[in-house]
């Protein structure tokens, strides 16, 4: 199994080609399930979309914001998260194929867990459009919950951590 260093950085305008020709393909992907309708793969796919959502996009918090996963040169993936008082909602999660299976998603996944447990993060929620990869979230201490098809809530008691 090869071995990459992963890089977070937050998306800049400069990053937007990478960024769309990635979330293209992702939307593609999961087309090809039935989490999405032709209606919502033109949406997604439609220039006023992204005019929209580039629009949204850092303004305050709870607008939408984007993480790279770079190996330092290369785009490898991305994650499409917004952050409301102490709750993560990921939107979208999505490695390139052929970086799968290699533990970058796990490892990206972990350093953006840590990110927004020191932004006081305690419950992370996941779109429908996550489930195409349900195994790789319940890797990840993901369950099914009443109100969301995939949580994880993080209780902290004193110095313990509680993962539930």
């Given at each position: 199994m090869k071995q990459f260093p992963c890089i977070m950085k937050p998306a800049s305008e400069a990053d937007f080609k990478s960024f769309w020709h990635m979330f293209d393909n992702y939307i593609i992907e999961l087309s090809h399930t039935d989490l999405l309708d032709d209606i919502y793969?033109?949406?997604?796919?439609?220039?006023?979309?992204?005019?929209?959502?580039?629009?949204?996009?850092?303004?305050?918090?709870?607008?939408?914001?984007?993480?790279?996963?770079?190996?330092?040169?290369?785009?490898?993936?991305?994650?499409?998260?917004?952050?409301?008082?102490?709750?993560?909602?990921?939107?979208?999660?999505?490695i390139k194929s052929n970086y799968r299976h290699q533990g970058i998603g796990s490892a990206?996944?972990?350093?953006?867990?840590?990110?927004?447990?020191?932004?006081?993060a305690n419950v992370f929620r996941l779109s429908k459009l996550c489930n195409h990869c349900s195994n790789f979230w319940k890797q990840q201490g993901f369950h099914g919950s009443e109100n969301y098809e995939w949580e994880k809530r993080i209780i902290k008691r004193n110095t313990f951590s509680f993962i539930f």
């Open positions: 793969l033109e949406w997604y796919l439609s220039d006023r979309f992204r005019s929209d959502f580039e629009h949204r996009l850092d303004k305050q918090l709870g607008s939408p914001a984007i993480l790279l996963i770079t190996d330092g040169e290369k785009s490898l993936g991305f994650c499409i998260y917004e952050f409301k008082k102490n709750q993560c909602y990921v939107k979208g999660f999505f990206s996944w972990k350093m953006i867990e840590t990110k927004m447990r020191q932004n006081n």
